[in-house]
């Protein structure tokens, strides 16, 4: 895909080793040069005494032999003390540059937070029984992403709904007016769902039972498809418009919406006749036209909505009169909210705003100048279109941008991996629920599923067969 943005013990050794080294190093050259320069004096003297007992010779010839012997070792001594001070310099620009590289690996150099060869031999003697989860939770898991499945949907090339249920043993696919699921792990359509030429799919999701899915369309529909019987029936014909869908598993037949175009949110049982509408969204008596809904994990009344506003908004669904809270950045004020999503335990809201940033708030920290906990961007400053969590505990932040798809550390909101999702435009991104794999589309004629791996991989096609 808690974690958190610390180097590891074995990394601070390294890099005190390393100090250490470099500091051995310094001392070691101090000492050889001070050894060198000392020799130097000692033959410099010798020189000069021998210079001295050429200058009491009475001979010319043995005069001028000494004087050319001491020339020569005068030359020697010159080379020598040169050659020496450019052996300093040389150790002085090296000393540099290792204090350098080192300064340069602390700041790079990332934390392993997983090792396999521990972790695999603990797994094998039956001590380490959470080896799923701490491999899903590591920084290898989204390091290694590559390209592993592609189901191909035949003449479609804009898919912009992907969603799996919530074994993860089916994804569900949505292209303009047809909904398909597939058993991914084999490359295989189990079921398709043709709708009427002149209706469009909006937003679908899977209810908890699995065997029904929710999806709005246009015309103002909102519908339940039930996948035994392939049949399909009408929950709702409103005059708002679009509409954003959220579940619950602990309320299982319960359906969210937020409305695009009347600022409504609907709450909807499928076991009714009738929806009940919870609260129109305002600010400033203003509607909020709203572009995301979603339900906190570990408390079923609680929901929050966004949109064309800067707020992130939550609500009681039992009591709706005012917000539970609201969250926005600082220094935000003409930007609007294109998603917001919890946690794995509804601590925090991730939100991406149309300013090309994502901000990650604690809701449980708040305060009035609505600071923010983190923010994301990727390397090339390029429009951030929609993110989400990723990991059992929701470690790593994913995100699409254009055509790439990228990935952050949450705590230290340091990019980690960036892979190329489609052609032109990745326009929808979903991560399994249980295990490291995440699913893209966009204007390609396929449906893309990354996997955690570091070789070589087939890539099987619709019918499972395989596409080297």
């Not at 129109?280 to 994990?297: G, R």
């Not at 009681?316 to 998603?339: A, G, H």
Request: charged share 25%; proline share 3%; hydrophobic share 35%.
């Amino acid at each position: 895909m808690n974690l958190e943005s610390e180097v590891s013990d074995d990394t601070n050794r390294n890099l005190v080793d390393l100090s250490q080294a470099t500091t051995s190093q310094d001392d070691s050259s101090f000492l050889s040069c001070n050894d060198d320069a000392s020799r130097l004096h000692t033959e410099h003297n010798k020189i000069k005494r021998s210079i001295s007992k050429c200058q009491v010779q009475t001979s010319s010839d043995t005069s001028i032999e000494k004087s050319d012997e001491s020339l020569s070792k005068r030359q020697k001594l010159n080379e020598s003390m040169c050659n020496t001070s450019e052996k300093q310099e040389k150790d002085k620009d090296e000393d540099e540059t290792n204090k350098k590289v080192a300064g340069y690996l602390k700041l790079k150099e990332k934390s392993p937070n997983w090792h396999i060869v521990p972790e695999v031999i603990n797994r094998q003697i039956g001590s380490n029984p959470l080896f799923k989860r701490r491999f899903h939770s590591s920084s290898y898991a989204v390091e290694q992403f590559q390209l592993m499945y592609k189901l191909y949907l035949l003449d479609h090339n804009n898919i912009n709904i992907l969603n799996f249920n919530h074994k993860g043993n089916l994804l569900l696919c949505a292209a303009y007016n047809e909904i398909s699921i597939w058993d991914w792990a084999i490359g295989k359509k189990s079921f398709i769902f043709p709708i009427d030429d002149d209706i469009f799919v909006l937003d679908a999701k899977w209810l908890p039972s699995d065997n029904y899915v929710a999806f709005s369309a246009t015309h103002n529909r909102i519908c339940l498809l039930e996948i035994e019987s392939n049949m399909s029936m009408k929950l709702l014909m409103q005059d708002g418009g679009f509409y954003k869908l959220s579940v619950h598993p602990e309320t299982p037949h319960v359906i969210l919406l937020a409305g695009m175009l009347d600022s409504k949110v609907l709450s909807i049982d499928i076991r009714e006749s009738k929806p009940k509408e919870l609260v129109q969204v305002k600010e400033n008596s203003s509607n909020v036209l709203l572009n995301s809904i979603d339900s906190n994990p570990s408390n079923s009344n609680e929901f929050c909505v966004a949109g064309h506003s800067s707020y992130v908004m939550a609500y009681d669904r039992r009591k709706v009169s005012e917000p539970l809270y609201k969250l926005w950045p600082d220094y935000i004020s003409n930007e609007f909210v294109t998603s917001a999503k919890y946690n794995y335990n509804g601590t925090e809201i991730l939100a991406s705003y149309n300013c090309k940033h994502l901000f990650l708030f604690n809701r449980l920290i708040r305060s009035s100048r609505g600071d923010y906990g983190h923010m994301y961007q990727n390397d090339v400053r390029s429009s951030i279109f929609e993110g989400s969590f990723f990991g059992p505990k929701s470690e790593y932040v994913v995100a699409t941008s254009i055509d790439n798809i990228f990935s952050w550390e949450k705590n230290s909101e340091s990019v980690i991996q960036c892979i190329r999702g489609d052609k032109k435009f990745v326009a929808c991104l979903e991560s399994h629920p249980h295990i490291p794999i995440l699913a893209t589309s966009g204007f390609d004629d396929n449906v893309k599923l990354w996997v955690s791996s570091k070789g070589e991989l087939s890539v099987m096609g619709s019918v499972g067969k395989v596409r080297i």
